[in-house]
């Protein structure tokens, strides 16, 4: 076997695999998750309001109104 | 922003997540997915009308999270929560005040503290909705 050849046996292929298991275990993370959240970063997305399917919910009063709160909790992280 | 978001009204917000907007969105598909799923279950069972919001509270936290609520019905439960603030609130109204009450939220809040504290937002929504809707028990 010629240096090269030998270079390549020996380091090229262990530095394939490991690329190989390096990708399986951490590649989905790093192009899958771009918007994750992570506390104490700034937060930019636009607010939104999400809301069950109409068919979901059985309104006595008919539907949209106006009420007033009367009570619930808070918290802070 | 917000000011845009108190123009909306109820009925401009019934059709849940929207999947469609899900690029541009904090959410991937697949937690929209979830969470329409956690809000229409818990929803259908309790005959609550639970509604998340995710985004920043302007002024005081609690009385824009009451604000918000206030575009609801008597029956309705808001969870507010403010990723950027580390704020959450969750608002019951006359109704749902009598399935809900604050012992129930603040325990369902600690729960969801703990989840966020870990970054994961979808997955405190989903237990935060869960256990209001286990302690407001069924329709």
Known sequence: MTVVQTVLVFVGIPAGIIALLFLAVYGRSLVGQPNRYRPGRPWTFAPSWYVPHPEAVVRPGGGAGSTTAVGGASGEW | ?139
């Open chain 2, 1 to 139: 922003m917000s000011g845009e978001l108190t123009m909306r009204t109820t009925a401009e917000l019934q059709y849940g997540p929207r999947g469609q907007e899900a690029g541009e969105g904090p959410f991937t598909p697949a937690q929209l997915a979830r969470l329409d799923e956690a809000l229409t279950l818990s929803s259908r069972e309790t005959g609550l009308m639970f509604s998340v919001y995710v985004g920043e509270f302007v002024a005081t936290a609690r009385a824009h999270a009451e604000a918000l609520f206030e575009k609801l019905d008597d029956s309705s439960v808001l969870l507010a929560v403010s990723p950027g603030q580390r704020i959450l609130h969750i608002v019951t109204g006359p109704e749902s005040a009598k399935r809900l009450p604050n012992r129930a939220c603040a325990l369902a809040a600690l729960a969801m503290r703990a989840s966020f504290t870990n970054g994961d937002l979808v997955g405190g929504l989903t237990t935060g909705l869960r256990m209001l809707a286990d302690s407001a028990g069924s329709h």
